[in-house]
């Protein structure tokens, strides 16, 4: 079993930045990917963004390339991600997820456990 929990959303002015973090617990953290995913008010859940086992590989959507970045540390069993030039847009719950495997994915049936999701509000 695996718990993920999601810190670090809040409210901020369009323009603005957050951080996330996902501390996960309960397996080998540094074996497998990681992404971040988010759900709009009325819409369906989405991709934002994977990171690999080591790190090295990233995937973006395109709506936030460019002013996410999505980083591990392996040693704290932790992801994050760094929201920059936020917009009313990115509004949304926001959802850490740990993969079934090592690679990083950007297909949500590849993810086997969730976090309970953290909410970030962007005014404009």
């Known amino acids: 079993q695996v718990q993920l929990v999601e810190a670090g959303g809040g409210l901020v002015q369009a323009g603005g930045s957050l951080r996330l973090s996902c501390a996960a617990s309960?397996?080998?953290?540094?074996?497998?990917?990681m992404g971040w995913f988010r759900r709009a008010p009325g819409k369906e859940r989405e991709f934002v963004a994977a990171?690999?086992?080591?790190?090295?590989?990233?995937y973006y959507a395109d709506s936030v390339k460019g002013r996410f970045t999505i980083s591990r540390d392996n040693a704290k069993n932790t992801v994050y991600l760094q929201m920059n030039s936020l917009k009313p847009e990115d509004t949304a719950v926001y959802y850490c997820?740990?993969?079934?495997?090592?690679?990083?994915?950007?297909?949500?049936?590849?993810?086997?456990?969730w976090g309970q999701g953290t909410q970030v509000t962007v005014s404009s």
């Open positions: 997820a740990a993969a079934k495997y090592g690679r990083a994915t950007m297909q949500e049936y590849e993810y086997g456990y």
């Open positions: 309960g397996r080998t953290f540094s074996s497998y990917g």
């Open positions: 990171i690999s086992w080591s790190g090295i590989i990233t």
